[in-house]
């Protein structure tokens, strides 16, 4: 991996991170990091901690009423 | 792999133009009936396409270039187009003004409310009927990502360099052991299908035949670059959940864990992809080519109009009197 790690966030979505050889989750456990970008969930939903797995779909939608959030 | 039987009248005149050397006096006559769904009509179009990917064993690969054979594909891509045209002017009209393309293209894909075949798939579907959804996809997802890789050497700049990032993560990242393709193949392999290339090509639908042909469309013909870019877009942007809820569906049927981690593995990149792929891709391309967003759309609303009728079709063969009950 290069030395420049570099993190952008996306609106409504994910944190893409790129250059990262290990992201940390909350309880300090490293997660290495096999693909070229990672999205880290920041909406707290993800099944797959640190990684995002697309439910912040679901829960904006679902703030707009129009699906249930239990998927 | 080598030509495969065909179907109707218009695969049988594409399979001849493919056999014979007297390629010139060839022609194709379409029905005046609607194609975009039509077996017989996608078949012959996927014949086409496919001298541009692996070809057949049985072809002579100078036919990818006969001034005859271009002909019949292009009397057979002219009709295809004209009825995706169609088929998208009314989520065209609806797209959400706005400045971002990426935020439009996002807003599309979410605004789709068609059938719930993922929750199908994850809560209700049978052993035979999830079998059957990885055979009909079989034909797309065994040269995954192959179509992209077309639009790649048409790019320049930032949105080369986000298509290309895309496509090493597809292709492995530099383990052949991760190669999308082969992880489609054990995954049917595991669930006691067939796992070579092009296997169930006479078997899937023309639905399934048009989403694969759709790629090859825009893949093939430079004038549909901007669509390529928002066809895998969309794609993208239509997969993480649908994955997760499809990887459940296989553990519930108890099917081996080759068949669930080609779907695990979707959930994570996709959701890296659809990202990268309408931000860093579309998003850098239509910042170039301002023209272009409208071909953009286009290629994302492709993808989601054939994706809800292959999942109306599935739901219609599987269980015709729930669809509607099936949850979000």
Same mark, same amino acid.
């Given at each position: 991996?290069?030395?420049?790690?570099?993190?952008?966030?996306? +609106?409504?979505?994910? =944190?893409? #991170?790129? $250059?990262?050889?290990?992201?940390?989750?909350?309880?300090?456990?490293? %997660?290495? &990091?096999?693909? +070229?970008?990672?999205? =880290?969930? #920041?909406? $707290?939903?993800?099944?797959?901690?640190?990684?995002?797995?697309?439910? %912040?779909? &679901?829960?904006?939608?679902?703030?707009?009423?129009? #699906?249930?959030?239990?998927? | 792999?080598?030509?495969?039987?065909?179907?109707?009248?218009?695969?049988?005149?594409?399979?001849?133009?493919?056999?014979?050397?007297?390629?010139?006096?060839?022609?194709?006559?379409?029905?005046?009936?609607?194609?975009?769904?039509?077996?017989?009509?996608?078949?012959?179009?996927?014949?086409?396409?496919?001298?541009?990917?692996?070809?057949?064993?049985?072809?002579?690969?100078?036919?990818?270039?006969?001034?005859?054979?271009?002909?019949?594909?292009?009397?057979?891509?002219?009709?295809?187009?004209?009825?995706?045209?169609?088929?998208?002017?009314?989520?065209?009209?609806?797209?959400?003004?706005?400045?971002?393309?990426?935020?439009?293209?996002?807003?599309?894909?979410?605004?789709?409310?068609?059938?719930?075949?993922?929750?199908?798939?994850?809560?209700?579907?049978?052993?035979?009927?999830?079998?059957?959804?990885?055979?009909?996809?079989?034909?797309?997802?065994?040269?995954?990502?192959?179509?992209?890789?077309?639009?790649?050497?048409?790019?320049?700049?930032?949105?080369?360099?986000?298509?290309?990032?895309?496509?090493?993560?597809?292709?492995?990242?530099?383990?052949?052991?991760?190669?999308?393709?082969?992880?489609?193949?054990?995954?049917?392999?595991?669930?006691?299908?067939?796992?070579?290339?092009?296997?169930?090509?006479?078997?899937?639908?023309?639905?399934?035949?048009?989403?694969?042909?759709?790629?090859?469309?825009?893949?093939?013909?430079?004038?549909?670059?901007?669509?390529?870019?928002?066809?895998?877009?969309?794609?993208?942007?239509?997969?993480?959940?649908?994955?997760?809820?499809?990887?459940?569906?296989?553990?519930?049927?108890?099917?081996?864990?080759?068949?669930?981690?080609?779907?695990?593995?979707?959930?994570?990149?996709?959701?890296?992809?659809?990202?990268?792929?309408?931000?860093?891709?579309?998003?850098?391309?239509?910042?170039?080519?301002?023209?272009?967003?409208?071909?953009?759309?286009?290629?994302?609303?492709?993808?989601?109009?054939?994706?809800?009728?292959?999942?109306?079709?599935?739901?219609?063969?599987?269980?015709?009197?729930?669809?509607?009950?099936?949850?979000?």
């Amino acid at each position: 991996m290069s030395a420049e790690v570099r993190v952008r966030a996306c +609106p409504d979505g994910p =944190v893409l #991170v790129r $250059g990262a050889d290990t992201v940390v989750d909350e309880q300090g456990t490293a %997660h290495p &990091v096999t693909r +070229p970008v990672v999205a =880290v969930c #920041v909406c $707290g939903l993800t099944s797959r901690a640190p990684w995002c797995d697309g439910t %912040h779909q &679901v829960a904006t939608r679902a703030a707009q009423g129009s #699906v249930r959030a239990d998927e | 792999m080598e030509l495969p039987e065909p179907c109707g009248p218009v695969s049988r005149q594409v399979a001849e133009a493919l056999r014979t050397e007297d390629r010139e006096r060839c022609h194709v006559v379409l029905p005046d009936e609607p194609v975009l769904t039509d077996r017989d009509v996608q078949l012959g179009l996927w014949m086409l396409y496919e001298l541009s990917y692996r070809g057949f064993d049985d072809v002579d690969p100078v036919a990818e270039w006969d001034p005859a054979v271009v002909r019949i594909r292009r009397v057979l891509e002219r009709k295809f187009e004209q009825e995706l045209r169609q088929a998208t002017r009314t989520r065209l009209a609806e797209a959400p003004e706005g400045d971002d393309v990426a935020d439009q293209l996002l807003a599309l894909v979410r605004r789709e409310d068609g059938p719930k075949l993922a929750s199908y798939l994850r809560r209700e579907a049978t052993l035979e009927e999830m079998r059957d959804y990885l055979r009909e996809r079989s034909v797309q997802q065994l040269r995954e990502s192959d179509p992209q890789s077309f639009l790649l050497p048409r790019l320049e700049g930032a949105a080369k360099v986000a298509l290309a990032e895309l496509q090493y993560d597809e292709y492995g990242a530099g383990r052949p052991e991760r190669l999308h393709q082969t992880l489609y193949a054990e995954a049917l392999a595991g669930a006691g299908l067939d796992d070579r290339y092009g296997a169930y090509v006479r078997e899937i639908s023309g639905t399934s035949l048009a989403s694969v042909n759709v790629m090859s469309l825009f893949a093939l013909n430079r004038r549909w670059l901007a669509a390529g870019l928002g066809h895998f877009a969309a794609f993208e942007a239509s997969s993480a959940l649908p994955s997760r809820r499809v990887a459940s569906g296989i553990e519930r049927l108890g099917l081996p864990v080759a068949v669930a981690a080609y779907f695990h593995e979707h959930v994570e990149a996709d959701a890296v992809h659809e990202q990268v792929a309408a931000r860093d891709v579309c998003g850098a391309y239509v910042a170039a080519h301002p023209d272009q967003r409208e071909t953009v759309l286009f290629g994302a609303a492709c993808h989601l109009h054939l994706e809800a009728l292959s999942g109306a079709e599935l739901l219609a063969r599987w269980a015709p009197d729930q669809r509607a009950e099936v949850a979000s």
